[in-house]
């Protein structure tokens, strides 16, 4: 009987060990919206890239090097992870110049990347702010200055909010499109 309750209690861990490893591949593939600055971020950049130099990784790595220092915001701190910047604390640009040399999709490169660094995948865009539908006095400062700085725009002597509110309705006519 004592055998039999030990064989049962193998048999048991061995079927829970072999769940474990055929959910352990589902777990770790992105779903719908994961990695979103990743995946935007890496498709944008393949798309810059010559056939030719999409088979070099080195040329694919001094490529990105130079993609870079164009990148603002959420693709600049992606660019600071991968090593893609100067000032980066790391360097794993071999982990996307690889799979890009392989034609391997974006949303798998970046399940790759996310092994490496899970940080990688933790980048989200923020949510855009409708300005024909807010009301601009109830946002805070932090908010207006995100506005124009998504815009390239500055704001030179602005202290106050009431200074950005009134920068942003200088130039809302320049970047918001109105319906009729």
Known sequence: M???NILSGRLVLLGTFCLILFLLPH????????????????????ETLSDETKKDTKRIEDEFRS???????????FCYYLGGVEDSATGILGELSKPISWSMPADKICEKLKKKDAQICDLRYDKQIDLNAVDL???KVRDLK??????????DGCLEKTDFIKRIEELKHKYVKTEL
């Open 137 to 139: 006095k109830k946002l």
């Open 67 to 77: 993609f870079c220092k164009k990148a603002k915001n959420k693709e600049q701190r």
């Open 27 to 46: 777990s770790i593939a992105l779903r719908e919206g994961d990695c979103e600055v990743c995946v935007k971020t890496v498709n944008t950049f393949m």
């Open 2 to 4: 004592a055998d039999r």
């Open 146 to 155: 995100k506005i124009l700085s998504d815009w390239d725009e500055e704001c």
